[in-house]
């Protein structure tokens, strides 16, 4: 009875502890959209030095653009790193019945890839990711071709 009670004690221990650690990534998260908010103001005093050409304010904002996609992909990357390697495999190759995401793009549009995250899709239940987070990996996948 009291190696059973031991057992499970420990197990659980070792479960919590393989769970924990989210909070350093959402530390990381915070400072990479400072990051770009830093790089767009950046592209903003640029716009200001005197140049009134349209062109040259479609490129800015065309930068920004790429910039905040950028930014973007690279949220959904950690996303996809902590939300779905534990059933489509570390690099993405799929594991069992969990098809592989490493080429998720090929097959789907990110609006696609955002539709199978927010309702699910087979054994995949809905909602495991919500919000800008799902927008965010919806992004990312949809770069793996």
Known sequence: MKKALLALIFGSAIFL???GGGD???TDNNATDNQGATENTEGD???DAGTT???TTNDEAATDTETANEGAVAHGQEVVQKACISCHGQNLEGMGNFPALNNVGSRLS???ILNVILNG???MPAGIVKG????????YLATLK
């Open 53 to 55: 050409d349209e062109t």
């Open 110 to 112: 990110q609006d696609e």
């Open 45 to 47: 005093n640029n716009g």
């Open 132 to 139: 800008e987070e799902a927008e965010a990996a919806a992004a």
């Open 24 to 26: 350093e990534a959402t």
């Open 121 to 123: 899709q087979g054994g």
């Open 17 to 19: 502890a393989a769970c």
